[in-house]
């Protein structure tokens, strides 16, 4: 009943700005912000405007001045909002876009919609900026009604569109009076005075019906149509041009009309021409990611146009992502190239004080998962298995020499061999010489033996020589005194070889088998091989908190111990000689400071490699991942010891962003599809930087040509010997002096002096005389 006398009618305002629900509608918006100034009472808009829809939105009042409107902008670009719309008369929409040029506000990442009463087109100091302007249309008949109701009535006041809804509804409500008083609605109309008005029980006007007569009025409208259904939707029939203004350097580069908006409640129709449509408007979602190079994982190079550009493991895993989840971003590396710890104060670096300070959105790196890290960001499911510490260090050459075989034995061994090599051939040349039992001096007891063999110098030499190899020295001497010095040389020789051969095979082996340090207790235990983490690294951070650890111990065990209230039994059971705790931690952290701790892991690869051997010099001890990609990339390094304290690697998100779970189901669906293990083959078995590298001699190889090539340099050293011998032998032969056979025509002739001697049967006849007959042709 009471909807018949009591009448609302919206004003223009609050149906204009039912156009930004529409356009958050039919852009899919996550967030909007929304800054408007008393032309609009947004008071009661900020529940309903967007209601029901999956839109997080700010609404606030335009700040006063030009500062405060800034850092108003910026924070809502700190709560994420991306979607802005500024909601007012022109002056305040151009004080709100150059507050937000001065906020870098504008790019693909951001969107600009502007929603105004008047009709003046945008005018603002913007750089480079794109927005899409509401307003009221206007025809030529509104455009003149206007200019009449300014001229005859002084119309002037501001927002136009207010002033004349005001008036005409002011018209209507007075002519709807005036109709409803002729009809005698007013005759018998008691009057109630505020004092006296009890809203509990409130008048009843039966048979007054204001609504027929406001809706019978006949009149001229300055602006749109009313229409009329009930309260709370009663409103002008309000449309609104929808332009795109591309504004440069202050100066409007461009201007198009997209369509048009018919404001409704509570949601009315955009409308657009031919070919147009909001769609390059949308914001592209862009991240920004903050990240530390550690290859493979992330890496910097030069691209065809000669810009730099980052990529590796991390960078085609963001690319799987972004694929799933949609969105576009911006890189850039970490001012301090560090990964993030927190210092005595609490105080924090690296990618982790970017996400903190929100000057990032994602933390792109092989970022390990660490308590204190999870108290001030949030990570993703890991992306990587879990990855620990090792250690890093020179890889020990082997010495090799062509003639190691001789380095078996030390020098004064084969002194001594040489000698005991002459003075055995000359034993048995002086026995063999002198003893009555030998061939030399028994020639006619030995002359029917089939192996006769003169025992001259040259010939002992030779049997003592041959006597060490496998083929045996011949025929032995034959008398018993120098077959006694044969066997004693025999025996010598067995028990020589035996002892090279034996000393050989185990000089080669021990010298494969030399490793000195084999894990981190052996590091800690020796003073040679200085060893320090990557300075900032979560590895340095592990190290620290372990000595701090055992500090503590230290202290609870002394308080213990000397606490005056114990018992003396307690007391004696305190009382070790002992420590119970190790200080190893300690006693390494603080070799580790003096050593000094690298600054990148380049500068600790450079300072493994100028170690002078693998016992001596400087040891990196660093995360498993990437020193196993310096021993992919380098073959002077190599990794001790197993790993310890493994932890995941994960994406770092700022502390409560939607994008942890958004990232996590992301990467739990690569993770399904074997993408993961796709990467890891291409940055690691497939790595372009991969360094094919000579096997390690381990006990199962040979000996290298390197180690017995001197052998083959014997033989060839005897070979030219025995060409300069041949050579000798020839020339010596030749020109020595006496008769010689110069031609193979002449022929030699023996004959005995007497010739009825001849030769005969008496073989035993060493008297008969001979003599040399030369023939010539």
């Not at 700190?78 to 506000?105: M, P, Y």
Request: charged share 25%; aromatic share 12%; net charge negative.
């Amino acid at each position: 009943m009471e909807e018949k006398y009591l009448i609302q009618l919206m004003p223009p305002g609050d149906v204009i700005v039912q156009s930004i629900r529409d356009i958050v509608a039919s852009q899919n918006m996550t967030n909007a912000g929304i800054i408007y100034d008393h032309t609009f009472v947004m008071d009661h808009k900020y529940k309903s405007l967007l209601m029901n829809l999956p839109c997080r939105h700010i609404m606030t009042m335009a700040e006063d001045t030009e500062a405060g409107l800034r850092k108003q902008t910026k924070r809502l670009m700190d709560a994420d909002i991306v979607n802005f719309f500024a909601v007012g008369s022109q002056e305040t929409i151009s004080r709100i876009l150059d507050a937000a040029t001065a906020n870098d506000l504008f790019g693909r990442k951001y969107a600009w919609y502007a929603v105004s009463k008047g009709d003046e087109d945008i005018q603002c100091s913007c750089k480079n900026s794109t927005v899409v302007f509401l307003r009221p249309q206007t025809t030529p008949d509104t455009r003149g009604r206007l200019t009449m109701l300014q001229r005859d009535f002084d119309l002037t006041a501001e927002p136009i569109i207010d002033s004349a809804f005001y008036f005409d509804f002011a018209i209507r409500g007075l002519k709807a009076a005036a109709r409803m008083a002729e009809m005698g609605k007013y005759d018998n109309f008691n009057y109630i005075k505020c004092e006296a008005f009890d809203e509990d029980n409130p008048p009843v006007r039966d048979d007054f019906d204001l609504m027929d007569a406001l809706m019978k009025v006949s009149m001229t409208n300055t602006w749109a149509d009313v229409k009329w259904n009930r309260n709370g939707e009663n409103m002008l029939d309000t449309t609104l041009t929808i332009d795109k203004f591309k504004i440069l350097a202050g100066q409007t580069a461009e201007r198009k009309t997209l369509g048009m908006a018919k404001a409704g409640m509570p949601h009315g129709q955009l409308v657009f021409t031919a070919g147009q449509s909001l769609t390059e408007f949308q914001v592209v979602t862009v991240y920004r990611v903050t990240t530390v190079q550690q290859p493979p994982f992330i890496m910097k190079r030069m691209n065809e146009d000669g810009e730099e550009e980052f990529y590796g493991y991390c960078i085609d895993l963001i690319n799987e992502i972004k694929q799933i989840v949609e969105f576009e971003y911006e890189i850039y590396e970490a001012p301090d190239g560090k990964f993030g710890n927190m210092n005595e104060k609490e105080e924090w670096n690296g990618m982790v004080l970017e996400l903190m300070e929100k000057r990032a959105d994602i933390a792109l790196a092989p970022l390990s998962v660490m308590a204190e890290r999870e108290n001030v960001v949030d990570f993703t499911v890991p992306y990587y298995d879990l990855v620990g510490i090792t250690i890093l260090m020179k890889k020990p050459k082997v010495p090799t020499s062509l003639f190691k075989f001789l380095t078996v034995l030390e020098p004064e061994v084969w002194v001594c061999i040489l000698f005991a090599y002459g003075f055995t051939s000359v034993l048995l040349y002086i026995f063999d010489r002198y003893s009555p039992y030998s061939y030399q001096n028994n020639k006619d007891k030995y002359k029917d033996d089939d192996e006769k063999r003169e025992f001259t110098f040259k010939e002992c030499l030779w049997f003592c020589m041959t006597s060490l190899t496998p083929q045996g020295g011949g025929e032995a001497p034959k008398n018993l005194s120098g077959r006694l010095v044969a066997a004693t040389w025999w025996l010598f020789g067995f028990i020589i070889i035996a002892s090279y051969t034996a000393n050989l095979a185990a000089f080669l082996t021990v010298s494969r088998l030399d490793t000195p340090i084999e894990s981190l207790d052996d590091l800690s235990n020796q003073y040679k091989v200085q060893y320090a983490p990557m300075n900032g690294s979560s590895t340095m951070t592990y190290f620290e908190r372990m000595a701090y650890i055992e500090h503590k111990f230290y202290e609870i065990w002394k308080d213990m111990s000397l606490n005056d209230s114990l018992s003396n039994v307690e007391r004696a059971k305190l009382a070790v000689w002992d420590y119970p705790v190790s200080d190893k931690y300690t006693k390494m952290w603080q070799s580790m400071q003096e050593s000094g701790l690298p600054d990148g892991i380049q500068a600790a690869i450079e300072r493994v490699r100028k170690s002078t051997s693998s016992s001596e010099g400087f040891a990196y001890i660093g995360e498993a991942t990437e020193i196993r990609y310096a021993i992919l990339t380098s073959c002077d390094v190599m990794s001790v010891g197993d790993e310890f304290s493994r932890k995941p690697f994960a994406i770092g998100v700022t502390k409560g962003s939607p994008l942890k779970d958004q990232l996590s189901g992301a990467i739990l669906k690569l993770l399904n599809q074997r993408k993961l293990e796709t990467l890891k083959e291409r940055w690691w078995n497939q790595n372009p930087e991969k360094k094919v590298c000579e096997k390690d001699d381990d006990q199962s190889d040979g000996i290298s040509i390197e180690n017995i090539g001197g052998v083959f340099i014997v033989i060839f050293v005897g070979i030219g010997l025995a060409c300069v011998t041949l050579a000798f032998e020839y020339w010596w032969y030749k020109h020595r002096k006496g008769p010689r056979v110069t031609d193979s025509a002449k022929v030699l002739s023996v004959r005995p002096t007497d010739q009825k001697a001849g030769f005969g049967t008496d073989k035993s006849n060493f008297n008969t005389e001979y003599k040399l007959v030369f023939f010539f042709n």
